[in-house]
């Protein structure tokens, strides 16, 4: 069975700190996909990234930065220097296959800076 | 970049009406459409598969006479909450795959209210 687990339901940090939000996945697939999405209060998911099971090289887009470990099944999702604007719930999802399967979300996290 | 329309945005309906969201790919074509459900602060809920031409397939627990799916277009798959009772009321959101290249998008959902 696939599962996403988002232990953290809700953090709360000050601007400019940095904050990780955790993934943990479950699945017997050897080929799968990662994602993570962001939904700010208006309601629409927001693409964040994209990243392959054969891929683990970590991936740093501006002030956001996303750690895969396979050896531990994470997929941890870090904002640097967090910013009022980055106040959302957050998802991390698993799909066995990019071009033919369902996405299966994490519980997400809610982030909300302060500032 | 690629757009999934969602319509209506927002809809209030009375108990016991019959409330139709459209989910629209823009600028692609979609065989495959997701539909999603959402309560507050809580995961999105994988409800339905919509095909293009053919059956939706049902999650489990998801009763298929109460969310009718139509997906008569390439472009075009219609979920209807018949008989909408207020447990009813949540957050539906739709994600269209490019029959290019199997990426996903998202529309920006509907937040559907039964009184």
């Known amino acids: 069975a696939q599962k996403v687990t988002q232990a953290q339901t809700e953090i709360s940090v000050v601007e400019k700190e940095d904050v990780t939000l955790d993934c943990v996945y479950e699945t017997r697939d050897t080929t799968y996909y990662l994602f993570w999405y962001k939904q700010p209060p208006s309601g629409e998911l927001v693409f964040l990234i994209r990243?392959?099971?054969?891929?683990?090289q970590n991936e740093i887009s501006g002030r956001y930065s996303w750690n895969f470990q396979k050896s531990t099944s994470s997929f941890n999702f870090t904002i640097t220097a967090s910013q009022v604007v980055d106040s959302a719930v957050y998802f991390c999802?698993?799909?066995?296959?990019?071009?033919?399967?369902?996405?299966?979300f994490g519980t997400g996290t809610r982030l909300q800076v302060f500032p | 970049g690629a757009v999934v329309s969602q319509h209506p945005s927002r809809v209030i309906c009375k108990s016991g009406t019959s409330v139709k969201i459209e989910c629209r790919s823009l600028d692609f074509q979609a065989t495959t459409m997701f539909w999603y459900r959402q309560f507050p602060k809580q995961s999105l809920m994988l409800m339905a598969t919509s095909n293009e031409g053919s059956k939706a397939t049902y999650e489990q627990g998801v009763e298929k006479d109460k969310f009718l799916i139509n997906h008569a277009s390439l472009t075009l798959s219609t979920l209807t909450v018949t008989s909408a009772h207020p447990e009813d009321s949540s957050f539906y959101i739709c994600?269209?795959?490019?029959?290019?290249?199997?990426?996903?998008?998202f529309g920006e959902g509907s937040r559907l209210t039964v009184l």
């Open positions: 990243r392959n099971s054969f891929d683990e």
């Open positions: 999802a698993l799909q066995r296959s990019y071009n033919t399967d369902k996405l299966i």
């Open positions: 994600s269209a795959r490019d029959n290019g290249d199997g990426e996903l998008f």
